[in-house]
C-alpha cells in the first residue's frame, strides 16, 4: 500500500511561489508516475501538472502552463510542484496522485488513472 504526505501550502501574495511536496511511503518515487491535481471551492477536480513514466515529457495545464513545473529528488524520496507567479484563481486544495502505472499522455490528466492519493493541502493566494 503507497501513501501519499503532501506539505507546503499555505498563504501567499500574488506573483509569489510556494513549492508543494510529496512523500511516498511503501513505493519510492522513482516506481511511480505522480502528478498534481487541485479543487477549488465549489469546483471539480482539476489535472495541474504531471510528468509520463518515460520520455520526460511533462503534461500541463493550459491555466498554469510557463507557471507550474514538476521535479522529483530520488535521494528524498520526493516529489515536488513547484508554483511561481501565483494568481488567486490558483487557490485550492492541492493533491498529489500516483500510479505504478505508465499512462499515456490523455490518461495522464484523468483522476480515474491513480490508485494512490495525498490528504491534500491548501493554497491560498491573496493580498
Known amino acids: 500500500q503507497v501513501q501519499l504526505v503532501e506539505s507546503g501550502g499555505g498563504l501567499v501574495q500574488p506573483g509569489g511561489s510556494l513549492r508543494l511536496s510529496c512523500v511516498p511511503s511503501?513505493?519510492?518515487?522513482?516506481?511511480?508516475?505522480m502528478v498534481w491535481f487541485r479543487q477549488a471551492p465549489g469546483k471539480e477536480r482539476e489535472f495541474v501538472v504531471g510528468?509520463?513514466?518515460?520520455?520526460?515529457?511533462?503534461v500541463t495545464a493550459d491555466s498554469v502552463k510557463g507557471r507550474f513545473t514538476v521535479s522529483r529528488d530520488n535521494g528524498k524520496n520526493t516529489g515536488y510542484l513547484q508554483m511561481n507567479n501565483l494568481k488567486p484563481e490558483d487557490t485550492a486544495v492541492y493533491y498529489c496522485?500516483?500510479?505504478?502505472?505508465?499512462?499515456?499522455?490523455?490518461?495522464?490528466?484523468?483522476?480515474?488513472?491513480?490508485?494512490?492519493w495525498g490528504q491534500g493541502t491548501q493554497v491560498t493566494v491573496s493580498s
Open positions: 496522485a500516483a500510479t505504478l502505472g505508465s499512462p499515456i499522455s490523455s490518461s495522464l490528466r484523468s483522476a480515474s488513472t491513480y490508485e494512490y
Open positions: 511503501g513505493r519510492t518515487v522513482s516506481t511511480l508516475v
Open positions: 510528468r509520463k513514466r518515460s520520455g520526460g515529457i511533462t
